[in-house]
Protein backbone atom coordinates (compact mmCIF):
# COMPACT_ATOMS: atom_id res chain seq x y z
CA UNK A 1 0.00 0.00 0.00
CA UNK A 2 0.99 3.50 -0.02
CA UNK A 3 2.54 5.14 2.73
CA UNK A 4 1.89 8.50 4.66
CA UNK A 5 4.82 10.38 2.51
CA UNK A 6 3.52 8.61 -0.91
CA UNK A 7 0.28 10.22 -0.03
CA UNK A 8 1.88 13.28 1.17
CA UNK A 9 3.98 13.62 -1.97
CA UNK A 10 1.13 12.93 -4.72
CA UNK A 11 -1.07 15.73 -2.90
CA UNK A 12 1.96 18.82 -2.94
CA UNK A 13 2.16 16.72 -6.50
CA UNK A 14 -1.50 17.64 -7.36
CA UNK A 15 -1.34 20.99 -5.64
CA UNK A 16 1.97 22.02 -7.78
CA UNK A 17 0.21 20.58 -10.76
CA UNK A 18 -2.81 22.85 -9.84
CA UNK A 19 -0.67 26.16 -10.25
CA UNK A 20 0.90 25.29 -13.57
CA UNK A 21 4.17 23.69 -12.82
CA UNK A 22 5.01 21.31 -15.58
CA UNK A 23 5.68 17.57 -14.44
CA UNK A 24 9.84 17.97 -14.69
CA UNK A 25 9.35 21.12 -12.39
CA UNK A 26 7.18 19.27 -10.22
CA UNK A 27 10.09 16.67 -10.18
CA UNK A 28 12.75 18.99 -9.30
CA UNK A 29 10.72 20.66 -6.16
CA UNK A 30 9.98 17.03 -5.17
CA UNK A 31 13.05 15.32 -5.44
CA UNK A 32 15.64 17.99 -5.28
CA UNK A 33 15.90 19.11 -1.49
CA UNK A 34 18.19 22.24 -3.40
CA UNK A 35 15.34 23.32 -4.99
CA UNK A 36 14.27 27.53 -4.11
CA UNK A 37 10.58 25.90 -4.04
CA UNK A 38 9.72 29.75 -3.42
CA UNK A 39 11.59 30.39 -6.21
CA UNK A 40 10.08 28.18 -8.41
CA UNK A 41 6.33 29.38 -7.29
CA UNK A 42 7.15 33.01 -7.70
CA UNK A 43 8.31 32.16 -11.65
CA UNK A 44 5.14 30.48 -11.97
CA UNK A 45 3.37 33.35 -10.57
CA UNK A 46 4.84 35.62 -12.81
CA UNK A 47 3.63 33.53 -15.74
CA UNK A 48 0.44 33.10 -14.89
CA UNK A 49 0.13 37.04 -14.49
CA UNK A 50 1.03 37.54 -17.97
CA UNK A 51 -1.10 35.08 -19.14
CA UNK A 52 -4.00 36.72 -17.11
CA UNK A 53 -2.94 39.70 -18.85
CA UNK A 54 -3.00 38.26 -22.21
CA UNK A 55 -6.08 36.40 -21.52
CA UNK A 56 -7.85 40.11 -20.74
CA UNK A 57 -6.56 41.52 -23.77
CA UNK A 58 -8.42 38.86 -26.16
CA UNK A 59 -11.15 39.08 -24.16
CA UNK A 60 -11.54 42.65 -24.20
CA UNK A 61 -10.90 41.91 -28.03
CA UNK A 62 -13.95 39.84 -28.57
CA UNK A 63 -15.67 41.98 -26.46
CA UNK A 64 -15.14 44.59 -29.02
CA UNK A 65 -15.86 42.13 -31.95
CA UNK A 66 -18.99 41.21 -30.35
CA UNK A 67 -19.80 44.65 -30.35
CA UNK A 68 -19.03 45.34 -33.48
CA UNK A 69 -21.35 42.85 -35.03
CA UNK A 70 -24.42 43.34 -32.82
CA UNK A 71 -24.29 47.05 -34.34
CA UNK A 72 -24.44 45.28 -37.73
CA UNK A 73 -20.64 46.87 -38.49
CA UNK A 74 -18.27 44.99 -40.69
CA UNK A 75 -14.74 45.65 -39.63
CA UNK A 76 -12.16 45.65 -41.95
CA UNK A 77 -8.87 43.21 -42.13
CA UNK A 78 -7.27 46.38 -40.93
CA UNK A 79 -9.37 47.09 -37.95
CA UNK A 80 -9.86 43.64 -36.95
CA UNK A 81 -6.09 43.52 -37.02
CA UNK A 82 -5.63 46.37 -34.94
CA UNK A 83 -8.64 45.26 -32.29
CA UNK A 84 -6.15 41.66 -31.71
CA UNK A 85 -2.82 43.25 -32.11
Do not use: C, N, W
Not at 13 to 40: F, K, M
Not at 57 to 81: C, F, N, P
Request: hydrophobic share 45%; charged share 25%; proline share 1%.
Amino acid sequence: GYTDVDIERLHLALVYRGVGLTLDEIRGVLDSPDVDVAAVLAHQHELLLAQAAQLTDTISAVERLMDAHRKGMQLTAAEQSEIFG
